[in-house]
T-cell receptor, first 118, second 114 residues
Framework: AQTVTQSQPEMSVQEAETVTLSCTYD???????LFWYKQPPSRQMILVIR??????QNATENRFSVNFQKAAKSFSLKISDSQLGDAAMYFC???????????????FGKGTLLTVNP | DVKVTQSSRYLVKRTGEKVFLECVQD?????MFWYRQDPGLGLRLIYF???????EKGDIPEGYSVSREKKERFSLILESASTNQTSMYLC?????????????FGDGTRLSIL
């Protein structure tokens, strides 16, 4: 079974600075998908960024980017120019690339609570 | 935008009660999921469904059951609630097809069992 590890239970960053959240995973598959989700204090989980394992290019979405190291099974999230609204719990998630209903499920890490200091 | 609606934000029930948590999505998604979220444990999958009347156990199905009679609705049932089922429950849905499609989440139900 796949596992996802977020080794930083809590992180803090100064407003306008850059922070990197780490995520490692364990899998024997070669085809899979990785996601970062954000859960603000309002609680609704929203997608931040996604990465397909077959793509070598790291995904970027505005101030959010990932460093995907397939061989090392590492998928870190970089937040540039941090804003107060970035304060949230961040979850890394893995999804198998196989077809079929059971392959739609996600395996989540335990989360990293990010605090942004003004 | 996809809308996933959970029937209650907060719910308080008593030990031994039968509890229903309801989830409705408005995007005709085939896949629906129930997670529980506990501090320090992240999200753990309880059950999921990839079609009407189809269901599969997730990682922690004990003490729970589910029902999916219509495509848009996925219910989580606590047959006999216990205090260790006090938690935050999140429902999610996703479409079939492209496998990079994310899951869309509801606001969550914070359930307390007294």
């Amino acid at each position: 079974a796949q596992t996802v590890t977020q080794s930083q239970p809590e992180m803090s960053v100064q407003e306008a600075e850059t922070v990197t959240l780490s995520c490692t995973y364990d899998t024997s598959e070669s085809d899979y998908y990785l996601f970062w989700y954000k859960q603000p204090p309002s609680r609704q989980m929203i997608l931040v960024i996604r990465q397909e394992a077959y793509k070598q290019q790291n995904a970027t979405e505005n101030r959010f980017s990932v460093n995907f190291q397939k061989a090392a099974k590492s998928f870190s999230l970089k937040i540039s120019d941090s804003q107060l609204g970035d304060a949230a719990m961040y979850f890394c998630a893995y999804r198998s690339g196989g077809s079929g209903g059971s392959n739609y499920k996600l395996t989540f890490g335990k989360g990293t609570l990010l605090t942004v200091n003004p | 935008d996809v809308k996933v609606t959970q029937s209650s934000r907060y719910l308080v029930k008593r030990t031994g009660e039968k509890v229903f948590l309801e989830c409705v999505q408005d995007m005709d998604h085939e896949n629906m999921f129930w997670y529980r979220q506990d501090p320090g444990l992240g999200l753990r999958l309880i059950y999921f469904s990839y079609d009407v009347k189809m269901k599969e156990k997730g990682d922690i199905p004990e003490g729970y059951s589910v029902s999916r009679e219509k495509k848009e609705r996925f219910s989580l049932i606590l047959e006999s609630a216990s205090t260790n089922q006090t938690s935050m429950y999140l429902c999610a849905s996703s479409p079939p097809g492209p496998r990079n499609q994310p899951q869309h989440f509801g606001d969550g139900t914070r359930l307390s069992i007294l």
